[in-house]
């Protein structure tokens, strides 16, 4: 069984930064897609960054500039840099793997970190 293991969220003021890191152990064959997606109280889970197997990145318009998403394949690891935090920002943030396992081809998720941005 796949898991992914978040960490780095916490509190943080406005302007400032942090790291989140989420690495996924188990028997994995290949990880296509690992990202970040997050869940604000009273909304929708939207989508964060992602970052393909070979490096391609995708962000939300409101994330840009100010997150940087990378990943180490060798460690089945992803993380989500954030800088110039704003209180907009706070959210519950969960890690998302589109992976290959000995079930096939499946998709995970993590637990979930919280970030909160004061302001």
């Known amino acids: 069984q796949v898991q992914l293991v978040e960490s780095g969220g916490g509190l943080v003021q406005a302007g400032g930064s942090l790291r989140l890191s989420c690495a996924a152990s188990?028997?994995?064959?290949?990880?296509?897609?690992m990202g970040w997606y997050r869940q604000a109280p009273g909304k929708q889970r939207e989508l964060v960054a992602t970052?393909?197997?070979?490096?391609?990145?995708n962000y939300a318009d409101s994330v840009k500039g100010r997150f940087a998403i990378s990943r180490d394949n060798a460690k089945h690891t992803v993380y989500l840099q954030m800088n110039s935090l704003k209180p907009e920002d706070t959210a519950v943030y969960y890690c998302?793997?589109?992976?290959?396992?000995?079930?096939?081809?499946?998709?995970?998720w993590g637990q979930g970190t919280q970030v909160t941005v004061s302001s």
């Open positions: 998302n793997a589109f992976l290959y396992d000995l079930g096939g081809v499946r998709d995970y």
């Open positions: 188990g028997i994995i064959f290949r990880i296509d897609v």
């Open positions: 970052v393909t197997n070979g490096g391609g990145s």
